[in-house]
């Protein structure tokens, strides 16, 4: 914003703080790379702005947010993948399942040197178990990594199985 004198900064973020657009998280897991699903692209099978919010809400703590560090999740709502979903180190994908939001959960995907399309985990999930899906991915990465490994080197290392066996715990 080059055109917000400095003495009007600590007002400005004020407001936006109050409307939820000043978190600082560029960098992080919630700076998520994610189309208009539903909401506003008549393509789409299913919506991703409410479910990216969800996800936003469930890591509300930013000490959490900054151990995970550089981890990027894409969600588009449909094929098309305007959201580049397969290649997100998290990658979700709304599908439609007889008229219902379902969403397809890939891994490991880079669109950085080293490129790669994410695998996928398993069978589409429904819309209302995508954030709890998300979180145990969350977990398992933080309580299996070595120290100060990424989520990529770590997926690259020991695969997408401990991450699937927890996601489909309960199936």
Same mark, same amino acid.
């Given at each position: 914003?080059?055109?917000?004198?400095?003495? %009007?900064?600590?007002?400005?973020?004020?407001?936006?703080?109050?409307?939820?657009?000043?978190?600082? $998280?560029?960098?992080?897991?919630?700076?998520?790379?994610?189309?208009?699903?539903? %909401?506003?692209?008549?393509?789409?099978?299913?919506?991703?702005? @409410?479910?990216?919010?969800?996800?936003?809400?469930?890591?509300?703590?930013? %000490?959490?947010?900054?151990?995970?560090?550089?981890?990027?999740?894409?969600?588009? @709502?449909?094929?098309?993948?305007?959201?580049?979903?397969?290649? @997100?180190?998290? +990658?979700?994908?709304?599908?439609?399942?007889?008229?219902?939001?379902?969403?397809?959960?890939?891994?490991?995907?880079?669109?950085?040197?080293?490129?790669?399309?994410?695998?996928?985990? +398993?069978?589409?999930?429904?819309? %209302?178990?995508?954030?709890?899906?998300?979180?145990?991915?969350?977990?398992?990465?933080?309580?299996?990594?070595?120290?100060?490994?990424?989520?990529?080197?770590?997926?690259?290392?020991?695969?997408?199985?401990?991450?699937?066996?927890?996601?489909?715990?309960? $199936?």
């Amino acid at each position: 914003l080059a055109d917000v004198k400095q003495a %009007d900064l600590f007002a400005l973020w004020q407001q936006l703080d109050a409307l939820k657009l000043a978190t600082p $998280n560029i960098g992080t897991v919630t700076d998520m790379i994610c189309c208009p699903g539903l %909401d506003f692209c008549s393509l789409a099978n299913a919506g991703s702005i @409410g479910v990216a919010k969800e996800i936003n809400e469930a890591l509300d703590d930013m %000490d959490y947010i900054h151990d995970i560090g550089d981890l990027k999740i894409n969600m588009s @709502g449909c094929m098309n993948g305007c959201a580049h979903q397969s290649v @997100g180190h998290i +990658g979700i994908l709304g599908v439609d399942k007889k008229g219902a939001e379902w969403y397809q959960l890939t891994l490991g995907g880079s669109s950085e040197n080293q490129a790669a399309i994410g695998e996928r985990l +398993g069978p589409a999930i429904a819309k %209302d178990q995508v954030t709890k899906a998300i979180t145990t991915i969350l977990d398992v990465y933080i309580n299996q990594r070595l120290d100060d490994e990424s989520f990529l080197d770590m997926v690259n290392r020991v695969g997408i199985t401990p991450f699937k066996e927890q996601v489909y715990a309960d $199936n």
